[in-house]
């Protein structure tokens, strides 16, 4: 019987990807594209439907791109989980959000591990992409393998191989992608290292191996966690700079041309997305049961989730000046994605702003290039055309797409309120109307 090494190198091995999301679709293609007859084990069976029919329901991945994979009969797709038995290697990318009191939630992986421990039929690779706390994969995933379903146990390094390896897609890049962002990976042992190895180096240019899948879990904590620190840094600095009476952006410009020792992050409305206020929650939660206080993290999450509030103030402040409250006036939401160029409004701080302003009385409505309408809560809200920014006593900008004509909207708009700087050409020459965070 061939090994898993052996069935990877020939490209007979069967891959299953656990979650196609934002992080398992474009997975799903690199392995395809690499040779490798793919299945996306979904639970949803919207996507599942989608993505037999070759349509994308992601924007980076393009239905040209996927369609004639699926044609080929390179990639299928599945809610079955009787596909996770044929699979030789299996990647899980299911969701690792936080619950309602902010510690990790790892059922999704778990719910995951035991439809592939129960179908375990022949050795395979096991590898988790989900982002999880250090020591996760050792201490809870592994045992739950080894555990096994009806057959009896399994074992590590001969019945299955186990690693992790953080995702790092940044959705809305054009430039780097799945295959040529580097992949760190970190195996429960020097041979599930070098199977990981195997599989990976078929599909991603540059492989990175560290010693054990704590250290690859905390490599991407790491990643989030400076983030979240440096953006908590910054949206402290611009509140900093609103009460001296600075510009900010000006600030941090000038700062950036320190051709060493400085590296300009950028103040917004918040957090949002799926990794930023999340994976650093993760660490922080982890050394508390060591008895250990991650200060940094609780301070960077503190400012961060305080900037809504923050752009709020600017907001009834700026219609203050023109004798309006914000009970009543007609208040539009320029971008509700969470970022630049994206659909994603996952976690997005436009979405606190707008329940804000709501509750305070406003007026509230959105307008978004990527999302055609937007629930929140119980409220359906549908886009408003940009065209119609004239109508509104103010326009905010929480999300700078780059397709929307920024000089167009100063224009029809009466007041603006810009947390992104998408305004700070026309700062000169409409200085009047835009207040800027
Ligand atoms: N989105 C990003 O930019 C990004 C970047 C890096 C890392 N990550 C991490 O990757 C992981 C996945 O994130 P995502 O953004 O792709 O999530 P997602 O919600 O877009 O996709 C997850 C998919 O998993 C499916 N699913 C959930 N439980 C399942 C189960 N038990 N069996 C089968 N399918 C199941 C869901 O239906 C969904 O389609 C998370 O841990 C996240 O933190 C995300």
Known sequence: MMTVVERIKSREA?????????????????????????????????????LLKGVS???????ATLEPLVKSGLISASTNPDVLGEADVIIICVPTPLNKTKDPDNSFIMDAAEMIAARMKRPQLIVLESTTFPGFTREALLPRLAEGGKDGPKKPDEDFFLAFSPERVDPGNVKYFTHNTPKVLGGISSKSLEVAQAMYSCFIEKIVPVSSTDSAEMVKLLENTFRAVNIGLVNE???????????????????????????PFYPGPGLGGHCIPIDPLYLSWKLKTLKYDARFI??????????PEHVVTLVSDALNDRRKPVRGSK????????KRDIEDVRESPALDIIELLHRRGGEVAYTDPYVPSLRIGDHVYKRTAIED??????????TDHSNVDY????????????????????????????VSL
Not at 57 to 63: A, L, S, V
Not at 421 to 430: G, Y
């Open 389 to 398: 920014a004239g109508a509104f006593d103010c326009v905010v900008i929480t």
């Open 407 to 434: 000089a167009k909207l100063v224009d029809r708009a009466q007041l603006v309120v810009d947390t992104r700087n998408a305004t700070r050409a026309l700062r000169a020459t409409h200085g009047n109307k835009i």
């Open 14 to 50: 069967n891959v299953v990807v656990v979650g196609a999301g934002y992080v398992g679709l474009p997975l799903v293609v690199e392995t395809a594209k690499a040779g490798f007859k793919t299945t996306a084990y979904d639970r949803s069976t919207e996507k599942v439907e989608l």
């Open 298 to 307: 609780t301070l960077a999450d503190n400012i961060n989730s305080s900037m």
């Open 57 to 63: 329901y992601i924007k980076d991945i393009p239905t």
């Open 237 to 263: 600095v611009a509140i900093m700079c609103a009460r001296l009476g600075l510009d900010t952006w000006e600030v941090i410009q000038a700062a950036a041309s320190k051709p060493f020792g400085f590296m």
């Open 331 to 338: 208040i539009l939401i320029c971008g509700v994605a969470y």
